[in-house]
């Protein structure tokens, strides 16, 4: 016997709510083409900004370029959004 909760009354009436499968497909579509954040690593920020490391460091301290997150240890990765962004910045995409 399930006992009638409030989450389960919840769940109960959601699932007799009617989905419209156009506003789903809409949704979709809005959501579909960004692309996944992920960290970068120093090598691969380098192939898509051709500087020296030295270059990339002084960068960030004057600002130039975005800081880097601590993933433990000696290791620093970048979040693509942000390089993708400095990027078309620096192109002048934006």
């Keep these: 016997?399930?006992?009638t909760t409030a989450r389960n009354a919840?769940?109960?009436g959601f699932e007799r709510t009617p989905v419209s499968t156009q506003?789903?497909?809409e949704a979709q579509?809005?959501?579909?083409?960004q692309q996944p954040r992920r960290l970068m690593s120093l090598k691969e920020v380098l192939?898509?900004?051709?500087?020296?490391?030295?270059?990339?460091?002084?960068?960030?301290k004057?600002?130039?370029y975005p800081k880097g997150y601590n993933l433990g240890?000696?290791?620093?990765?970048?979040?693509s959004t942000d390089i993708d962004t400095l990027v078309a910045k620096l192109t002048g995409e934006v």
């Design 23 to 25: 506003r789903f497909d």
């Design 29 to 33: 579509q809005l959501v579909a083409p």
């Design 62 to 64: 004057k600002g130039i």
């Design 10 to 12: 919840f769940i109960q």
């Design 73 to 79: 240890g000696r290791r620093v990765g970048w979040r």
């Design 47 to 60: 192939t898509h900004i051709p500087v020296s490391k030295t270059t990339w460091y002084d960068g960030i």
């Design 1 to 3: 016997m399930i006992r």
